[in-house]
């Protein structure tokens, strides 16, 4: 496996930390939350029921890619949104044979049905529209629907990525 760095990608409330930490353990490797890496004027910002504009991302997409960078010789997995084409290049910076995008796939009534259950995230169940109008989807992706079982998202990623 020539990828190093996988980011796990989509709307909030799909699964990212979920199958990303399901991933890291099974490879090995080291996981990382982007949210964690938010700085707090963009978490004041989306706790206040406001979207983040492509300014409000930069600085944290940027810092995501130098945390990849940091960690293309052993491996590492990120959660990132990473919404936008365009945001995916920030991230994949200098790093292009190095990564692996996988989006995890849903519709609008499938996530918002998984945010109304989620407790202790800052991420409003009224900002996923703004999240669906900003989605890309990507071109080049491992695709994974969100619909299945985490046994069965886990399988998909792992035969993509050993072909």
């Not at 699964?15 to 982007?34: C, H, N, R, V």
Request: hydrophobic residues 35%; aromatic residues 8%.
């Amino acid at each position: 496996m020539d990828k190093t760095i996988f980011y796990i990608m989509g709307v909030s409330g799909c699964g990212k930390s979920t199958i990303g930490k399901l991933l890291a353990a099974e490879l090995e490797l080291p996981f990382f939350d982007g949210d964690d890496y938010h700085p707090q004027e963009n978490i004041k910002k989306m706790q206040s029921g406001q979207a983040l504009d492509d300014n409000d991302r930069n600085g944290w997409l940027k810092r995501l890619n130098t945390l990849a960078s940091e960690h293309h010789k052993k491996g590492a997995v990120i959660a990132c949104s990473a919404l936008k084409e365009r945001y995916r290049t920030i991230l994949s910076h200098e790093l292009k044979e190095k990564v692996s995008f996988i989006f995890l796939n849903g519709t609008f009534d499938e996530i918002h049905s998984r945010l109304k259950n989620r407790k202790g995230h800052f991420m409003p169940t009224a900002l996923l529209q703004s999240q669906f109008e900003t989605l890309e989807i990507p071109t080049e992706a491992i695709e994974v629907p969100v619909s299945l079982e985490l046994k069965e998202q886990l399988k998909i990623i792992l035969s993509a990525l050993n072909k």
